[in-house]
C-alpha cells in the first residue's frame, strides 16, 4: 500500500477576488496539496470529488464524519477532522487475496473494512496535531509557502513511515492501545517511585511515561495523547511485545547541520549558551531511529551530554497536548525508555544547570531499574502460552500478543481478521467463527474485551468449542461467565 495524495479542503471558504468563475471557487476551497507537482486539473477534479461527498453525506443524520471511497486498485477516505476542514488521503494498494476455506482459488479481496481506513487517517491527524497543534491555527497564521512545506513534509514521512509498505498490517490497525509491561508489584511500585521522584525534584516535569522497549510500563499523560506518543515511539501494528521502539523525529541530518552552525558562531563568539530548536522552525522529515544497543544509551530528544565550558546543544521539541504546549524529552538506557513532558516555558529552556541536573539523575537511577525490569520480564516470557491468541482491552486499551502466535499467521489472514472484527462491531456481534486453510479463527468479545483465537483446521466444529471453553478458563476464568 502506498500514500500516493493527501490534501486539506475547506468547503466554506470562498474567492476573495472580483467576478469570481467556477475554478476560483474550487481553488479557494482547496489550502494544501500533495503531491504539489500534480496538474491543476487533477488537483480541482480531486477537490470537486471531496466537496460533492461532503455535500451528499451531510443529508444523513447517521453520517459518520468520514467516508470511504474504492476502486479497483485506489482508496479514498476522507474525515472531517475540525469544523470544516477536511483531509483527505488517496491510497494504492495491490490486488488483495481472499484465503478462507470456501475460496479453493486465490480470488481477488477488495472488500477492507472501512475502520481500517478510519484508523489511518484518525491517526495521521492525531500525530499532526502532537507536534504542530490544529489545522486551523496552521492556516490561519503560517504563510502558503511555509505551510505547504512543512504539510508535504509530513505527509511524505507519515507515508513513508506508516503506509508505504508491502506487508502492512490491517488488523492490528483497529486496535488503539498498549502493550503492558508483564512485571510483579515491586518492580511496578519502584518504576511508579522512579518517576514520582523525578516529577518531585523537577518541578517542570509535568507528565512522565514509562515504557520497556514496545511494553508500556507506566503513564500519567491523558489517554488520547498517551496512545499518539505510544505509536510515535514504537510504531502501530505491534506484532510481538519484544519489538524494540522505533522513534521517529525530525531529520537528524539537518538537526547535525544546525547543530555544526550554531556551535561553530558560539565558538567564534567564546560563548557558553543553551540553544533550544522549536521543532515548528524545523520540516518535519521524519526518520526512524532504532532503540537498540549501548550507543544509543542517553537522550534521544533532549538535552545532549553536558560539558562544562564547552558549548551545549539542546533539541527539545514542541508537542501540543489537550491544546496546550509542552516540551518532549525521550531518554533510553538499555531499553528504558523515559519519556519527560516539560512545561514550555523559555527559562527551562535556558537552565543549563537544571537540565544538567536531569541528566545526571536519569543516567544514575536508569540502569539498576533497566536491569530489574529485563529480570522480571524474562521470567514471564519462559512460560509458553498454550494458545495462540490476541487479545484487546476497551477498558484499559491492553494488547496481549501471545508468545505462541507466528507473526506470519496473522499477516497471512490479516484481511480476513480485519473484516471479522468489522463485522462483528458493526453488527454488535459477539461470536464469529470462520474456518480457514490452516485455522479456526474464533473471535469473540465479552465484556468490553475482544478476543481471537487460532486453532487448528483439522479439528471438528463440535471440538473447537470445547477448546474455546478450555481457553476461557485457562486464561480469563476470574472475568468470564463460563
Sequence with gaps: MQLTSAYVINPSLKPDKPNPIEVDFQDAKLLFYYPEEMEISDKRSHVGISEGVVQFFALFAENKGYMVINSQNYTHVLKEVEPSYWLNLILYHKELF???????????FTNIADSFYEAIISHCYSLYCLFHHSFAR?????SREKTNTLLKNFFISYGREYINSSTIDYFPWNFNGFCYCPIDRKNFMRAQLFLNRIKEKFKFVKYTQLLYYSYMVFNDLPSSCAKILYTYLTGVAQRRQKTKPKLFSYDSSMINNLKFKIENELAAEDKVEVISIDSELLPPVFKFWQIEGSEKNGFLLGPSVIVPGKNVYVYIPRIHIEGHSHRLCIFNMGGLVVCLVLEDK?????????????????????????RLIAQSIKQVEETPDTY?????????NAIKISTKLIIDDIRKYDILLNNLHEHMNKDDTTLCVQKTRDYWIVMFKVL??????????????GRVEKEKAKFKQAYFAGIFVI
Design 448 to 461: 468490553e474485551r475482544e478476543i481471537c483465537v487460532l486453532l487448528n483446521s483439522s479439528l471438528s466444529i
Design 388 to 396: 495462540s491468541y490476541y487479545y484487546f482491552n476497551y477498558v484499559n
Design 98 to 108: 481472499d484465503l478462507t476455506e470456501e475460496s479453493k482459488t486465490s480470488t481477488k
Design 346 to 370: 523559555e527559562e527551562i529552556m535556558e537552565d543549563l544547570n537544571q537540565l544538567s541536573k536531569l541528566s545526571k539523575h536519569l543516567i544514575r537511577k536508569t540502569n539498576e531499574l533497566s
Design 138 to 142: 496552521l492556516f490561519k497564521e503560517r
